[in-house]
């Protein structure tokens, strides 16, 4: 069974524009979450889509939004670039269960200049 | 608020010994699923164990083991015979809500030959 799959590993953009990311969760998975890592948070939940609907969202501005599509893909999109979002983000997938863990992607690397 | 503290930014353990990392956490909860994840230099967050709280045995996953003191909220990490593919970066984790994880900062264990 394929991993959760993310794309692109590497992006590099210019403050005040706008990024997108993507990610193809494990086949059958229906939720998909994405976390930040900065080296100075650390690991931050951003939010988490279920069935295409957004189910948990943490304490990031309106700047970064996410949708998820019928086939699960998770599209995450983040506007007005700043200096201080570059950090690897990662997205997880679960099984439609409560309380089961999450598998990641490998991330993508993005780096705002 | 819910919190993970990991006490030990940094551990060092010689090849086939033995070492315990630290974690504590902070919820009201009843209910609630413990985890740690490693993350090697390739940042693939990787699951290492699983806890459910409402279990009071300790959860195992061959040389990994945890002691889990569900009244002082603490999770600890026994990593048995450490090999030095264990060189990694350690994230204790808990999840209260669907899918949703709040992550301690980390502990960096090497694995010296």
């Known amino acids: 069974k394929a991993g959760v799959t993310q794309t692109p590993r590497y992006l590099i953009k210019t403050r005040g524009q706008q990024v997108t990311l993507s990610c193809s969760p494990i086949?059958?998975?229906?939720?998909v979450s994405w976390y930040q890592q900065t080296p100075g948070q650390g690991l931050q939940f951003l939010f988490e889509?279920?069935?295409?609907?957004?189910?948990n969202k943490g304490n990031f501005p309106g700047r970064f939004s996410g949708r998820q599509f019928s086939n699960s893909r998770s599209e995450m999109n983040v506007s007005t670039l700043e200096l201080g979002d570059s950090a690897l983000y990662l997205c997880?997938?679960?099984?439609?269960?409560?309380?089961?863990?999450?598998?990641f992607g490998q991330g993508t690397r993005l780096t705002v200049v | 608020a819910q919190t993970v503290t990991q006490s030990q930014p940094e551990m060092s353990v010689q090849e086939a010994e033995t070492v315990t990392l630290s974690c504590t956490y902070d919820?009201?909860?009843?209910?609630?699923?413990l985890f740690w994840y490693k993350q090697p230099p390739s940042r693939q967050m990787i699951l290492v164990i699983r806890?459910?709280?409402?279990?009071?045995q300790n959860a195992t996953e061959n040389r990994f083991s945890v002691n889990f003191q569900k009244a002082a909220k603490s999770f600890s990490l026994k990593i048995s015979d450490s090999q030095l593919g264990d060189t990694a970066m350690y994230f204790c984790?808990?999840?209260?809500?669907?899918?949703?994880?709040?992550f301690g900062t980390g502990t960096l264990l090497a694995v010296q030959p």
């Open positions: 984790a808990f999840m209260v809500a669907t899918n949703k994880l709040i």
């Open positions: 086949s059958g998975h229906r939720s």
């Open positions: 889509y279920f069935s295409e609907t957004q189910r």
């Open positions: 919820t009201s909860e009843s209910n609630y699923y």
């Open positions: 997880a997938s679960s099984s439609m269960d409560v309380y089961t863990e999450a598998f």
């Open positions: 806890q459910e709280a409402y279990k009071q």
